[in-house]
């Protein structure tokens, strides 16, 4: 039962480039969340998405970055215009689609986007 | 405002030690969750707890939920380098299970 995949691991990218960064989650989660973390700090919240829908994206930068999970294919996180603060560990988890259940997510290995 | 505060924030400790760290909250959750992360990875999911007062075991660690479900504890027995990581709890507000609140973790390492 594969886990959470994510592509890709490294990403470099020079300032101005767009990135774009996918994630597939585990077979029967519906519920897609994506996560940022910088060096030594925990985990900042970006989107949550079901298929086809955003359903929070109180976390996401209101200009150059966007999510999505279509109905077939992995969610993917764009970034547009890259600069040198958006440097990070992009992490993508998944849970499932069963309503009153304890939320529990499960993590990808992350994205490292390096802007130079 | 941090609505989960976990502390300490780092600790250094010798293998065969034991420690517990803590996650603090002013807010009732109808569970929270424990999570692992080492370097270069994503964080793995350790436990979930549910009911106040709640005590669930994990070979050597030991978690706890508050009776009044706004704390937790995770208590490690007799550490070893193994353990060394960074500890994440995460909490599901009663009505919106989906969207996590997270805490900044403890940096644990354990020395040989």
């Known amino acids: 039962n594969a886990g959470v995949m994510q592509n890709p691991r490294h990403l470099v990218r020079r300032r101005g480039q767009e990135a774009r960064l996918r994630c597939s989650p585990m077979?029967?989660?519906?519920?897609v969340y994506w996560y940022r973390q910088l060096p030594e700090e925990g985990l900042k919240f970006m989107v949550y998405l079901q298929k086809e829908n955003i359903i929070d994206e109180s976390g996401m930068p209101k200009e150059r970055f966007s999510a999505e999970f279509p109905k077939e294919g992995p969610s993917i996180l764009r970034i547009q215009q890259v600069v040198r603060g958006d440097s990070a560990a992009y992490f993508c988890?998944?849970?499932?689609?069963?309503?009153?259940?304890?939320?529990?997510?499960?993590f990808g290995p992350g994205t490292r986007l390096t802007v130079t | 405002t941090q609505l989960l505060e976990q502390s300490p924030q780092f600790l250094s400790i010798q293998e065969g030690e034991n420690l517990t760290v803590y996650c603090n909250s002013s807010s009732v959750f109808s569970s929270l969750q424990w999570y692992r992360q080492e370097p270069g990875e994503g964080p793995v999911l350790l436990v979930t707890?549910?009911?106040g007062g709640e005590v669930k075991k994990l070979k050597r660690l030991t978690f706890q939920f508050g009776d009044a479900r706004k704390d937790s504890s995770l208590h490690i027995t007799a550490a070893q380098p193994g353990d060394t990581g960074l500890y994440l709890c995460a909490g599901a507000r009663a009505g919106n299970n989906r969207k996590l609140i997270w805490g900044l973790g403890t940096s644990l390492a354990v020395n040989p």
């Open positions: 077979k029967g989660h519906s519920h």
């Open positions: 707890v549910v009911t």
């Open positions: 988890a998944s849970s499932l689609s069963r309503a009153g259940g304890p939320g529990e997510q499960y």
